[in-house]
């Protein structure tokens, strides 16, 4: 079965470190997106990508980028870790503009 | 731009009873509609979905949503809470409007707690 997987599911990290949270789908999707989830906001996009070689930034893309090589993988990487990044990170891709998102499990990442 | 706004933040339940999720969207153009759970330290599963057919849409677990354009609604209903239920539900909206193709507006959420 198609699945989207992401690694590592827990992560501790320093602050100032850089980090890279991995996403990996087999759906063949085109659209591939990363969220964070925080108490009382819901998820909120990061960034997100249409495809090979496409990034664009989501509503709190600052301190986060993306890089798109291939269709399956769309690794999120975490310039200079702060506290501020303590979150869930859930990666999710979608075949198309009226399709329904898949979401990965999500990575629980800490900046001590 | 998009927009949705869940109501309320927490639901309680007595098991057997109705449930009832409330959502509101804006949306500039004609909106996809989506509503998620999220079990504890679970992933996102979809329940059901609306992309301009029905405006009644009935998803799994004996969900059923009803999406009202002139009120900007998309409740979440089932007849009757299983302790199963008890969860975090996303009403989430997204649109055609170019620089919001495919992304996902997510509204707060909405615990449901389920008592006996």
């Known amino acids: 079965d198609a699945e989207i997987t992401q690694s590592p599911r827990h992560k501790i990290t320093e602050t100032g470190r850089q980090v890279t949270l991995a996403c990996h789908q087999t759906w063949n999707h085109n659209n591939m997106f990363w969220y964070r989830q925080d108490l009382g906001h819901g998820l909120r996009l990061i960034h997100y990508?249409?495809?090979?070689?496409?990034?664009n930034k989501g509503e709190v893309s600052d301190g986060y980028s993306v890089s798109r090589s291939n269709t399956e993988d769309l690794p999120l990487t975490l310039e200079s870790a702060a506290s501020s990044q303590t979150s869930v990170y859930f990666c999710?891709?979608?075949?198309?503009?009226?399709?329904?998102?898949?979401f990965g499990q999500g990575t629980r990442l800490t900046v001590v | 731009a998009q927009s949705v706004t869940q109501l309320d933040s927490h639901v309680s339940v007595s098991e057997g009873t109705p449930v009832l999720l409330r959502c509101n969207y804006s949306?500039?153009?004609?909106?996809?509609l989506f509503w998620y759970v999220q079990h504890p330290n679970k992933g996102l599963q979809l329940l059901l979905k609306y992309t301009s057919a029905a405006t009644l849409v009935k998803g799994i677990n004996g969900f059923e949503a009803e999406f009202k354009k002139s009120e900007t609604s998309f409740h979440l209903t089932k007849p009757s809470a299983h302790m199963s239920d008890a969860a975090e539900y996303f009403c989430v909206v997204s649109d055609w409007e170019e620089d919001s193709w495919g992304k996902l507006q997510f509204g707060a959420g909405t615990q449901v707690v389920v008592t006996p």
């Open positions: 999710a891709s979608s075949e198309s503009r009226q399709g329904e998102a898949f």
């Open positions: 990508s249409y495809g090979v070689h496409d990034t």
């Open positions: 949306s500039s153009y004609s909106p996809s």
